[in-house]
């Protein structure tokens, strides 16, 4: 890191252009949202994040109409 960098930037430049890359493959973003509907739209088993309430209820009062994939991110330091 150099000086005078924001580590908290600096993280979050990284996430951008690896959420870029990601996106940008071709037909990754289709197969994706298709996926992501799809569990939305199923109310019977609750199998993934974006099924639970937590997540509809979020992407209501925040994202409303807007295309929104959720990332969670986990960093584990036992070992480091």
Known sequence: ML???DPIQRSDD???NNSEFFSEQPGVFDTVYNYKVELENDHQILCNFVQAE???SKKE???QDR???PLLVYHDE???
Do not use: A
Request: glycine share 12%; net charge negative; no cysteine.
């Open 3 to 5: 000086p005078g960098d």
């Open 14 to 16: 990284t996430s951008q």
């Open 54 to 56: 937590l997540w509809r």
């Open 61 to 63: 009062e925040w994202y």
């Open 67 to 69: 295309i929104v994939f």
């Open 78 to 80: 036992w070992g480091t």
